[in-house]
Structures are given as C-alpha cells and as structure tokens.
C-alpha cells in the first residue's frame, strides 16, 4: 500500500513508563498491544502501533495518594497557588505542546481512522481552547478582585478548587474532550488522575514529559490499563471529589455506584445522545440534505453530537431519500490522509458487525436500504445505510448506534418526532429545519425544553467552545464550555468580616502584606 512517508509508521510507541507524583515511572510488567484497523500492507491486516502498561490495583492507588497528597486537604501548593503562577505552568504546558503537532496528528489518524483535516482542526482546536480557558480565567480572576459589603459584612468571594479529580476521556475526541475536561479542572488548583482512552492513547505519549515538567508533583498522575482495573478501586477508595466522564452513561453509573459516599461525589459528564433532525415540508431541501450528510456521516457518525436519526415530513420524505441516498454513495471512502477521503476506517474490530446487526434487525421488521452501497463490507468498514422506513420497535430506534448506519422516519403531525424526543433517554440537541416562522416559533418553545441547544437549519455540533455544552437526563451532567468548566470544577468561596475598624484593619495588611493568595486584590492584565 502507497502511504505517504510523512504519514508511515516507522517507530513503534512502546509507552513503558507511566506519569505519578512528577516522577515517569518505568513499567516492566505486563503491557497491551495498540493496533490500528488501518493496514500496512496490500493484504488486509491490522498494523501495531506499540503497546501501554496494563497496570493494576497497586499502580492506580499509588496515583490516587499522589493526587490526594498534592491537594493535600486544600493545604497543597497547587490549590493554594497564586492564579498567575497557575497560569503560567498552563501555558508552559502548551508551549510544549504546540511542538508535538505533528506527531499527535499522525496518530490520531492511525489509531482512530480520523481525516488529516480533522485531525489537525482537533490538535489547533484544543491549543485555541487551552488559550481561551488562560483567558477566561483571567477575566473570572479580575470580576473576582474585590470586597463587597451587604448589611455590614464584607465579603471576598472567589471560585476554589474541589479536591481530586478522576478524568476519564472518550476515543472518538481523545485530544479535545479530555483536555475539555482536564484543562478547566487543572487551571482552577484540582489535581487529577487521568486514565487515556482505550483507542487515542499512544497521542497522550508525546505529552508526558510536557505534564511532567509544567506542573508540580502530583498534580497530574497519568495512568494506563483496563478501566474495571484501575478506575474501580480508585472510585472505591472515597478519595474522589470529582468524577469527570465523556462516555457512556453505563459507565458512569456503574462508577458513581462505586464510591461509598457519592453525596460528596460532583459529576462532570458528558454521555450519549440520539440527536434527532427535523426537516419539515417547507424546509429547503438542498440545505437540509448537506447540513444532514454533515450530520450523519461526520467521522462515521462517532460524535455524541452526530444526527442519529432523520425526521422527514411525509409530503416530501421519497424526495429527501433520492437525494439523501445519493449524496452518502457519492461519499469517498479512503485512509485518513487520502485527499477527499470522508469515510474512513473505523478504530473498533467489532463495530462493522454491529452495525450489521442493527441493519438485519431493521430489515427484518420492515425497513429497506435506500442506498445502493449501504451495508457493503470491508474488513474495517461497513458502508453507511439508509433506513427507511424505521419504527420504534427497531433497534436502530432505541440505540445509539455511534457509527455508519442513517434510520429515517416520516411524519404526518409534529407531535410524533415531539412525543418520541420526550420518551428519549437523552436530550442534548436537535436540528430543525424549516422557514415558516408560525410554524417554527411554537417548535422552538417546546423544543428548548426537551434539548438543550436548538439548531436552526444546520447540523449539531459541539462548538464554537464559548458556548454551553450540555444535555438533559442520560445525556450530560455539568455544562461544558470555556466559560462554564471553570465552574464545573470549582466552587463559589469567601472570606466574610464584619465591617469593623478592627477587623478592618487586618484585612488592610492582608492586602498591603500580600500574605494570603486567596485574599487579593490584584488585578492579573
């Protein structure tokens, strides 16, 4: 196979050291294979990328004490540090980043089949959101850079930190959404234990020393194995505060479900969704059919924000399918790096199979593939179908197939799509589009209130990282953006004294002495 020398493996990645207490500790104990299902060669098989400590019970704690003793019951040196020296071990840290593009890019390619445009638009959007989360917390800094007095009491209020955090990220955004997650809870003086994904985890390699060196000992503890092996007895020690998950709410349950005091428990999650879109009959449809390819076929539909299924109106649906099925057979299959490639391998063995079974089951319960090349087969790949028609007993209906297949449904009366996103599990966004406003206002109202973004005429998505990311029951818990993680991790905090010349008095030298880094008035540019 003809690969582009820039983009061949030529080294493998034998991680044997993992990150604890500042230190890299070696590993010469048992290790796991890393394969991506791209192949090397011209007879299919899968390539080996290198191999991770598979660590155990031992190790887990071990970084577990380490970030239980950097906080060190708030008395640590990261969560009692000046904002602007936090800041500037932050942006050391990403300094050093920027000089690992390259490498990262590669392997998000190979180890979860990412384009070459997506993956350096995941590298250069999550530098742009190190930078803008420096920001804001600057900015939360200055709001915060003064006393205010209600009925004779001064108060100094500040955000604090939470304790110890345990960052678990997802395979299908490896770079962006943990840093989501990790980034935020870093900057505002937790400390963490952070476990990669099982597909996008050699990426994190290049980073290691970058963590070891920019942060002090114990802040950050980066951990590798089975996630039933060394996040269980972690959660299970009661020494978590922060428990902080983009998967699956399976996961997430059985976690929570392991601390002994879950009350005491804060939650930062972001889960699956069945994002629906809703294209009504005076909607226009070349538009609604781009923003739904996007939708639905963005990185093999493996985006929590991926449009899961297609609402059409009847009087219009046999039109949307001719058009629809022929602009996902028109779509290049190829590797990452090949130009115009936009389906591409997926990173799990197992996944074609999967999908396979959802088809079968819709077909076998009255749905048809619309599509000419939908359900062909490859040994990494399965090749989007169109369902149509779907119904609620299939279980492309119920689940969240996190992959290439597309159901669509018609609808006659709005209530249908309206009845079905109530009854959902999730509830984290919806795509509508149309142009009448009687008809979308009323939707908007009631839409707002079973989702939480609304996108009018164009396809879900995550961005821009200003503003809120969330969702309601199974599919988040927190809100995420540069703004709201800040709070997330954190908590509202004050100094009260009665306004009194006494005590007046010792706040004036603890403000002129600079003795105290949480009582300041400072002002950070």
Request: hydrophobic share 40%; net charge negative.
């Amino acid at each position: 196979m003809n690969i582009p020398e820039q983009y061949q493996i030529k080294t493998l990645i034998h991680q044997n050291s993992y990150l604890v207490n500042g230190e890299l500790k070696p590993w010469s104990g048992e290790s796991s294979d890393v394969y991506s299902t791209i192949s090397s060669t011209e007879t299919y098989k899968p390539t080996l990328l290198g191999s991770i400590p598979t660590l155990g019970e031992k190790e887990a704690l071990e970084a577990m004490d380490a970030a239980v003793h950097a906080y060190d019951k708030g008395q640590g040196l990261w969560p009692t540090m000046k904002v602007k020296d936090r800041i500037e071990c932050m942006e050391t840290f990403v300094t050093q980043m920027k000089t690992k593009r390259e490498e990262i890019v590669k392997l998000l390619m190979w180890e979860i089949g990412k384009t070459l445009p997506d993956s350096e638009k995941e590298f250069d959007r999550t530098v742009d959101y190190i930078y803008d989360t420096i920001e804001e917390y600057k900015q939360l800094d200055r709001d915060n850079a003064k006393f205010e007095k209600q009925d004779g009491v001064y108060a100094h209020i500040r955000r604090g930190p939470l304790g110890v955090v345990l960052c678990l990220g997802p395979y299908n955004y490896p770079l962006n959404e943990t840093f989501a997650l990790l980034i935020p809870a870093l900057i505002m003086g937790n400390t963490a234990i952070f476990k990669p994904a099982k597909h996008g985890v050699l990426l994190i390699s290049p980073l290691l020393e970058a963590f070891q060196s920019s942060f002090p000992k114990g802040v950050v503890n980066i951990i590798y194995g089975r996630g039933r092996t060394v996040a269980t007895p972690i959660m299970q020690s009661g020494k978590v505060d922060v428990l902080a998950l983009i998967g699956n709410s399976k996961s997430a349950n059985a976690l929570q479900n392991q601390h002994p005091k879950s009350n005491r428990l804060r939650l930062v999650l972001g889960l699956e969704a069945k994002n629906p879109a809703i294209v009504l009959k005076d909607a226009d449809l070349d538009l609604a059919i781009d923003e739904c390819i996007a939708g639905t076929t963005s990185f093999n539909g493996q985006r929590c924000t991926a449009l899961k299924i297609v609402y059409v109106h009847e009087d219009i649906v046999d039109e949307f399918n001719k058009s629809f099925s022929a602009r996902v057979d028109a779509l290049k299959f190829g590797n990452p790096w090949e130009a115009g490639a936009k389906l591409t391998p997926l990173p799990e063995p197992d996944k074609p199979q999967y999908i396979q079974e959802l088809i079968d089951d819709a077909l076998d319960k009255g749905a048809k593939i619309v599509n000419e090349k939908g359900g062909e087969t490859t040994e990494n790949y399965i090749f989007p179908a169109v369902l149509y028609p779907v119904n609620k007993e299939m279980r492309v209906f119920q689940e969240e197939q996190f992959g290439p297949v597309i159901p669509v449904l018609s609808f006659k009366d709005i209530d249908e799509p309206l009845d079905d996103m109530a009854a959902s599990n999730y509830g984290q966004q919806v795509s509508l589009f149309g142009s009448d406003i009687n008809t979308l206002a009323p939707l908007i109202d009631t839409l707002v209130n079973l989702v939480c973004r609304v996108n009018l005429n164009s396809s879900c998505q995550r961005g821009p990282d200003v503003y809120p990311f969330t969702g309601r029951k199974d599919s988040a818990v927190g809100t995420l953006s540069v703004h709201d993680a800040l709070r997330s991790f954190s908590i509202r905090t004050f100094v009260a004294s009665k306004d009194n010349p006494y005590n007046n008095a010792i706040l004036k030298n603890l403000l002129d002495s600079k003795a105290s880094n949480f009582v300041s008035t400072d002002y950070i540019l």
